[in-house]
């Protein structure tokens, strides 16, 4: 299996920032990690050992990015506004960094973004914001309002990266229209502890006659990376 290490000084987060990319051709899956996750999680987790066939046989490209998490939702040292703008400062990163990179790699045109727990949240919510350039999301796990991470403070940037707020509202005919040619997987376990926030977010898809698939793990099955390898399976085969 071909895999590539990416570092470069990015100017929007003033900082170094790493990649790893994992394949050689198909469809370009970009992975956000967990909570305050890392570019190696999804290796270190057993996620790419869980595909490595359909890496290797060319069916999916997957680019798994870092996360600055402790500088934006979790820095409880800055103003919430402030955590905000950082995360603003990160899509700001994947879209004119990493996405060329991926371009430039893989020569697709759309691209499918994925994550776990956290990262669920980064798919969904960079996937709503930017339907012209995701046609596919797998939000595995996920949990989709950030209030508890602002300390009570609510502005309109924080607003437009809550997609329990934002969604509901939305009423724009070309967001409607990109969201409803686009495949949606919303993925929890029936002991999941994001189960509730995964039927909310699914409710609201539903009231906005988005079409999804919420799929439901039953068995006892845990918010737990065991239960995301056999996701990762079943969505990208």
């Known amino acids: 299996m071909r895999r590539d290490y990416h570092k ?5 987060l003033n900082r170094d920032m790493e990649l790893l990319a994992y394949g050689h051709a198909g469809m370009p899956v970009l992975v956000f990690p967990s909570s305050r996750g890392r570019f190696y999680e999804y290796e270190d987790a057993g996620m790419i050992h869980a595909i490595w066939q359909q890496i290797e046989w060319g069916r999916v490209q997957l680019f798994c990015v870092d ?8 820095n409880r040292g800055i103003h919430p506004h402030d955590r905000v703008m950082r995360h603003n400062a990160y899509e700001g990163y994947i879209l004119y960094e990493v996405l060329p990179l991926i371009r430039g790699i893989n020569g697709g045109g759309q691209i499918c973004t994925t994550g776990c727990s956290f990262g669920a949240y980064h798919a ?5 914001r930017h339907p012209d350039v995701v046609s596919t999301c797998v939000a595995m796990s996920g949990s989709y309002d950030m209030r508890s991470f602002m300390d009570g403070y609510y502005d309109m940037d924080f607003y437009f990266n809550n997609p329990v707020d934002y969604l509901p509202n939305m009423n724009d005919g070309w ?3 990109h969201y409803r040619r686009m495949r949606i997987v919303l993925a929890a376990g029936d002991h999941d502890i994001c189960l509730g926030a995964n039927f909310q977010m699914a409710h609201i898809f539903g009231v906005k006659q988005i079409p999804h698939w919420m799929d439901v793990w039953t068995g006892g ?3 737990d990376w065991p239960l995301w390898q056999r996701m990762a399976v079943k969505f990208f085969s």
Not at 8 to 12: A, G, L, Q, V
Not at 124 to 128: D, E, V
Request: glycine share 0%; proline share 0%; aromatic share 24%.
């Open 8 to 12: 470069w000084y990015s100017s929007r």
């Open 67 to 74: 996360s600055v998490d402790s500088e934006s939702w979790y």
């Open 124 to 128: 969904l919510n960079f996937a709503l």
């Open 175 to 177: 967001f409607l229209e």
């Open 221 to 223: 099955e845990k918010h």
